[in-house]
């Protein structure tokens, strides 16, 4: 917008109102002022403005801003803004306090305005003309009437960025809060999704990249750009620097507080970085809680169930041996009717497998001590599979033996070890209802002495496979199966310092392997106190 002297005194003349292009240029300043653009660009375009109504070859812009006070220049030709330093405040005020000023120096005139808004010095404008006398009276009020609307500009940009600022900042903090409080997330997916929040963070989203490090794990809204400014925080939790939080600009930004970055924008990445703290330092205790109680809630399960089997077998051993006794001696009278003898021995049967079901259950309840000797695992499953091998041909299953010949010794109790090896065997016949191929083989290596069960049946989805030690658990009809085979086989393998490895696959088949140690320790040989 060029203006001269004779233009303006036309304008004044035409339109009292906008004596000599006021309303002109401070309508121009409050606009440019109101676009909520990054501080810098802002200043650009001000002294653009300013620039080019007063004819300025040299401009010059002093501005306190955060505690600091910067001076900037803008030259008309060749068109250039930039930053010449650092002023001090000192400088400014002594300046300001002149009040609007015009200065003669040699061939240049200067016009000194000062930016002050409700008394507060906030900075200062110089404009410089090439040519002697150049400020005319109407230039001059012009000057005067820049220097109340340019501090009102400046002001009213510095509020609405604060305020902006204020609710990226905010936002941000939202989102980053709403993510978290979403219970059903893993920390990998709250990072994940946290980081694509930062960059509309920054004063120049298009061009920042946000990235989030913890341990081996990277998050970041893009990946391999190169980085021309970086501001980092470290995530540190327990005292211990975990990983670091991260923005990066991938071109270059003018000057600020911190290389082109707020004051506000440390303060948010720190906060950040606290928050991802807290969130995963929650997120950590919350699982090893949730795990500690799976693993409460079992051992309580299991001792519950042990009391209850150890109290109620007590109760019904008694009883149980009466009417057992007295069957027998019943059964002895002579001259018994045929009908009155079969009886008898129902009630016989009956008890006995009411007393093996008591047996099971004070094993499982580890009542009854093990009574350990030094034995040989193939001798022991040689004499099992005796009694096992009619079962299997009638059931159309070819059994197989893979015995590895000699095997240490290792301490333990046979009768036990024949139980494990029963429910194994059953469980397998059981699993395989149109027949199939049994396999039982032992092998060893330094320390233990391993015996494998395995079939050709039914297999176990893992949501079974899970579940299988857990007592009277059982996927077979009442009468078929009672889900103690597997908790007994596993407190007894557990009561001999071995473990119990399961391979299933549904279709398929299942393999079992009971590894046993060859040196138990010697205190388990005493295990146990009640008998039944
Ligand atoms: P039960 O045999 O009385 O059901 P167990 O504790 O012996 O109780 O076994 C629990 C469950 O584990 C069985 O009901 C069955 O579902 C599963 N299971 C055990 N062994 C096998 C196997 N060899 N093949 C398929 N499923 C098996
Ligand atoms: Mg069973």
């Not at 807290?278 to 409460?296: C, P, T």
């Not at 893979?402 to 010794?409: D, I, Q, S, V």
Request: charged share 25%; proline share 4%; aromatic share 6%.
């Amino acid at each position: 917008m060029k203006k001269d002297k004779k233009t303006i005194m036309e304008v004044s003349e035409l339109d009292p109102v906008n004596s000599g292009g006021f309303l002109d240029i401070s309508q121009r300043i409050l606009l440019c002022a109101g676009r909520g653009r990054p501080s810098v660009e802002f200043l650009i375009e001000l002294s653009d403005i300013l620039a080019s109504f007063f004819e300025t070859d040299v401009l010059e812009l002093w501005i306190k801003e955060r505690g600091n006070c910067a001076r900037w220049e803008a030259t008309t030709n060749p068109r250039r803004f930039y930053r010449v330093e650092n002023a001090t405040y000192e400088a400014l005020d002594a300046r300001i306090k002149q009040g609007l000023t015009f200065i003669e120096e040699g061939d240049k005139s200067i016009a000194c305005v000062p930016l002050v808004a409700d008394k507060e010095p906030i900075g200062l404008l110089l404009f410089k003309r090439n040519q002697p006398g150049s400020f005319s009276s109407d230039l001059k009020q012009l000057c005067h009437y820049v220097s109340q609307t340019g501090a009102i500009a400046v002001t009213y940009h510095r509020v609405q960025l604060e305020q902006r600022e204020r609710v990226k900042e905010l936002t941000c903090l939202y989102e980053i809060a709403r993510i978290a409080s979403q219970q059903q997330l893993s920390v990998d997916q709250i990072l994940s999704q946290i980081v694509a929040f930062l960059p509309p963070a920054w004063q120049y989203p298009e061009v920042t990249i946000g990235r989030i490090v913890l341990a081996d794990s990277v998050y970041a809204t893009e990946e391999n750009a190169v980085a021309r400014h970086l501001q980092k925080a470290d995530v540190v939790i327990d005292g211990v620097k975990r990983g670091f939080v991260e923005v990066v600009y991938k071109e270059d930004k003018p000057e600020l507080d911190e290389g082109p970055f707020l004051l506000e924008e440390r303060r948010l990445i720190d906060t950040i970085a606290r928050e991802i703290a807290a969130i995963v330092e929650r997120k950590q205790a919350e699982e090893d809680r949730e795990r500690l109680q799976e693993q409460l809630l079992h051992a309580d399960r299991l001792a519950t169930i042990g009391q209850l089997a150890a109290g109620v077998a007590h109760e019904l051993n008694e009883p149980l041996g009466s009417i057992l006794g007295f069957a027998q001696l019943a059964s002895k009278h002579a001259d018994l009717p045929e009908q009155v003898e079969k009886d008898l021995g129902k009630i016989e049967s009956a008890t006995l497998h009411a007393r093996e079901v008591i047996r099971k259950l004070m094993l499982f309840a580890r009542q009854a001590p093990p009574s350990k000797k030094k034995v040989n695992l193939n001798d022991l499953i040689e004499n099992g599979l005796y009694f096992l091998e009619s079962r299997c041909a009638k059931a159309g299953i070819d059994l197989n033996r893979g015995l590895t010949a000699n095997l240490p010794e290792i301490t333990a109790d046979p009768s036990q070890i024949n139980q494990i090896l029963v429910n194994l065997i059953v469980n397998a016949i059981q699993a395989m209802e149109k027949g199939g191929k049994l396999s039982v083989d032992t092998f060893c290596d330094e320390k233990f002495v391993c015996m494998a069960v395995a079939d050709t049946g039914s297999g176990m989805s893992t949501e079974i496979q899970k579940k299988i030690f857990i007592p009277f658990f059982t996927t077979k009809d009442v009468g078929e199966g009672t889900g103690l085979g597997l908790p007994v086989v596993h407190g007894i393998v557990t009561a001999h310092g071995g473990d119990i490895e399961i391979q299933s696959q549904p279709g398929k088949g299942t393999r079992f392997v009971v590894r046993l140690p060859i040196y138990s320790k010697p205190e388990s040989i005493e295990e146990g106190s009640d008998h039944v």
